[in-house]
């Protein structure tokens, strides 16, 4: 049967599942952003912010065998990320330096790195500058966009609709609602380009 | 200077099924393409990395955020991921391997059998069984058990209990103490 999962990070979460930690990497890329701004709506601190939401993607990959598919990924993933913030704050006011200490990396023979040590880069001017600057851009390239690409973009986005849904509302097959998404994002990232590739200029 | 057709219409092909699979409707094997092309080529990131600050740009623009952060965090993560046990869960069941059963292709049996085991247990684990079924076999080759004590010398005793163990099918209580690599 080729329905649509209904839990889009499914062969994601099941790639992880059989060893290839690589593919968690994946949904790291696609929820950390997300996970960190939940995070940053209970604790101040911004500096911890980031390390709570790396404390929460260690602690999914542990679970992650035991994940059952009961709720989809990003809901388990969030439940985490609420119990990995509440503890730290209910541990920060018993305990502030110790806590501290923990969630910036329990690794002490590993000098090389310190998670959150460092200032985080949404702090800056610039750095805010340069969100504001993606968040122009995108928007820009949504409206210069065809009103097909547009619309089917758009639905899968921002109303969450399957590509089955899409093809529906659109009245169209479902592999030109997966090529015109495709299509959306490649013109969109195109205009982003200059803007993400990094001073190395080689992302990731 | 371009690059060659054939390598950018192989990119673009990638970056299709990167698409299709952010939104859950990649076939297996295509999935099983994505996978290599995250692992493998850095424009494949890029364009998951793309493809994912679009979405959240879309959603909601706060979540708009330089990827030297994104690509900062992950590597902060990387470093902390590699001391972790690579995560197997146990085999799922026979209704849910509709998906799984063609990405597990090229890790082959081995990967199922070892799933219920975590890594360096199993690994040690395999060692112990090879070394019991030595001295098992052993005597019975050699006609002596003496040369057997000798060479395996103080690990004799753990293994014979290990391979004792395995056929009681207790295996992993009995390994995770005794199993410090013997020599390195």
Redesign the interface.
């Given at each position: 049967?080729t329905m649509?999962?209904p839990?889009?990070?499914?062969?994601?979460v099941?790639?992880?599942?059989?060893?290839?930690?690589?593919?968690?990497?994946?949904l790291?890329?696609?929820y950390?952003?997300?996970i960190?701004?939940l995070i940053g709506r209970m604790v101040r601190d911004v500096d911890l912010v980031?390390d709570i939401?790396?404390e929460t993607?260690?602690r999914a990959?542990?679970a992650?065998?035991?994940f059952r598919a009961e709720s989809a990924f990003y809901t388990w993933l969030y439940r985490i990320a609420v119990n990995t913030a509440k503890k730290a704050l209910v541990d920060m006011k018993r305990d502030p330096v110790t806590t501290l200490t923990a969630l910036q990396?329990s690794?002490d023979d590993?000098e090389?790195?310190r998670?959150?040590m460092?200032p985080?880069?949404?702090e800056t001017p610039e750095?805010l500058l340069?969100?504001?600057e993606?968040?122009a851009t995108?928007?820009a390239a949504?409206a210069a966009l065809s009103e097909d690409l547009r619309q089917a973009?758009?639905l899968?986005?921002?109303e969450g609709l399957?590509?089955e849904e899409i093809s529906d509302v659109m009245n169209c097959p479902?592999g030109t609602v997966?090529?015109r998404?495709?299509r959306a994002?490649?013109a969109?990232?195109e205009r982003?380009?200059p803007l993400?590739?990094?001073?190395e200029g080689?992302?990731? | 200077m371009s690059q060659p057709d054939s390598d950018r219409s192989s990119s673009e092909s990638s970056r299709r099924i990167l698409s299709a699979l952010a939104d859950g409707d990649a076939t297996d094997g295509e999935a099983v393409r994505a996978f290599q092309s995250w692992r493998d080529d850095p424009d494949a990131r890029a364009a998951w990395h793309s493809y994912q600050l679009i979405g959240d740009v879309l959603r909601s623009e706060d979540l708009a955020c330089e990827p030297a952060a994104d690509e900062a965090f992950l590597v902060a993560l990387r470093a902390r991921l590699a001391g972790e046990p690579v995560v197997l869960a146990p085999q799922p069941r026979a209704e849910e391997t509709a998906v799984a059963a063609p990405a597990v292709a090229n890790a082959g049996a081995a990967a199922r059998s070892r799933a219920r085991w975590q890594g360096p247990v199993a690994m040690a684990a395999g060692f112990l069984v090879v070394i019991g079924g030595l001295n098992i076999v052993r005597p019975f080759g050699h006609g002596s058990d003496t040369p057997v004590a000798s060479t395996a010398g103080a690990a004799s005793v753990p293994l014979m209990a290990s391979a004792t163990a395995v056929n009681n099918g207790a295996v992993v209580a009995d390994f995770t103490r005794p199993i410090s690599p013997p020599s390195s």
């Amino acid at each position: 049967m080729t329905m649509l999962n209904p839990d889009p990070d499914a062969a994601l979460v099941e790639r992880v599942k059989q060893g290839d930690v690589r593919a968690f990497e994946m949904l790291v890329v696609k929820y950390q952003r997300r996970i960190e701004r939940l995070i940053g709506r209970m604790v101040r601190d911004v500096d911890l912010v980031s390390d709570i939401a790396q404390e929460t993607f260690i602690r999914a990959y542990r679970a992650l065998p035991q994940f059952r598919a009961e709720s989809a990924f990003y809901t388990w993933l969030y439940r985490i990320a609420v119990n990995t913030a509440k503890k730290a704050l209910v541990d920060m006011k018993r305990d502030p330096v110790t806590t501290l200490t923990a969630l910036q990396g329990s690794d002490d023979d590993d000098e090389t790195y310190r998670p959150g040590m460092e200032p985080t880069d949404g702090e800056t001017p610039e750095a805010l500058l340069a969100s504001k600057e993606i968040a122009a851009t995108v928007n820009a390239a949504i409206a210069a966009l065809s009103e097909d690409l547009r619309q089917a973009i758009t639905l899968r986005e921002i109303e969450g609709l399957s590509y089955e849904e899409i093809s529906d509302v659109m009245n169209c097959p479902i592999g030109t609602v997966r090529s015109r998404i495709f299509r959306a994002r490649e013109a969109i990232a195109e205009r982003l380009r200059p803007l993400l590739d990094t001073r190395e200029g080689n992302r990731w | 200077m371009s690059q060659p057709d054939s390598d950018r219409s192989s990119s673009e092909s990638s970056r299709r099924i990167l698409s299709a699979l952010a939104d859950g409707d990649a076939t297996d094997g295509e999935a099983v393409r994505a996978f290599q092309s995250w692992r493998d080529d850095p424009d494949a990131r890029a364009a998951w990395h793309s493809y994912q600050l679009i979405g959240d740009v879309l959603r909601s623009e706060d979540l708009a955020c330089e990827p030297a952060a994104d690509e900062a965090f992950l590597v902060a993560l990387r470093a902390r991921l590699a001391g972790e046990p690579v995560v197997l869960a146990p085999q799922p069941r026979a209704e849910e391997t509709a998906v799984a059963a063609p990405a597990v292709a090229n890790a082959g049996a081995a990967a199922r059998s070892r799933a219920r085991w975590q890594g360096p247990v199993a690994m040690a684990a395999g060692f112990l069984v090879v070394i019991g079924g030595l001295n098992i076999v052993r005597p019975f080759g050699h006609g002596s058990d003496t040369p057997v004590a000798s060479t395996a010398g103080a690990a004799s005793v753990p293994l014979m209990a290990s391979a004792t163990a395995v056929n009681n099918g207790a295996v992993v209580a009995d390994f995770t103490r005794p199993i410090s690599p013997p020599s390195s």
